[in-house]
Nanobody
Framework: QVQLVESGGELVQTGDSLRLSCAAS????????MAWFRQAPGKERTFLAV????????DYTTSVKGRFTISRDNAKNTVYLQMNNLKPEDTAVYYC??????????????????WGQGTQVTVSS
């Protein structure tokens, strides 16, 4: 059983930067691909970014390319999402997820085995 705990969400202003963290426990973190998703109010949860187990490959949804960066520190069992130039439309609950497949760049939610509880990011205009 893998536990994922997100942190770092807060209220920020348009143009600000924020780094989210997701700490994993209960499994072998270095074997999992990791992803970030978000769910805006009244909308479905959507894919943002994914990173392979060794951090060598990443992929992003088009809307965040160039603004968001996913990274990981396997020594700390933590995956990060650096978010720059935040916009009000980035307001959402942000979730991390893990998949027990090291080379996955999957974007589908159904591909992921474990999820965190989410952290709220609110961007004021």
């Amino acid at each position: 059983q893998v536990q994922l705990v997100e942190s770092g969400g807060e209220l920020v202003q348009t143009g600000d930067s924020l780094r989210l963290s997701c700490a994993a426990s209960g499994g072998t973190f270095s074997r999992y691909s990791m992803a970030w998703f978000r769910q805006a109010p009244g909308k479905e949860r959507t894919f943002l970014a994914v990173i392979t187990a060794n951090g060598a490959m990443t992929d992003y949804t088009t809307s965040v390319k160039g603004r968001f960066t996913i990274s990981r520190d396997n020594a700390k069992n933590t995956v990060y999402l650096q978010m720059n130039n935040l916009k009000p439309e980035d307001t959402a609950v942000y979730y991390c997820a893990s998949r027990n497949y090291p080379w996955s760049l999957a974007q589908a939610q159904a591909s992921y085995d474990y999820w965190g509880q989410g952290t709220q990011v609110t961007v004021s205009s």
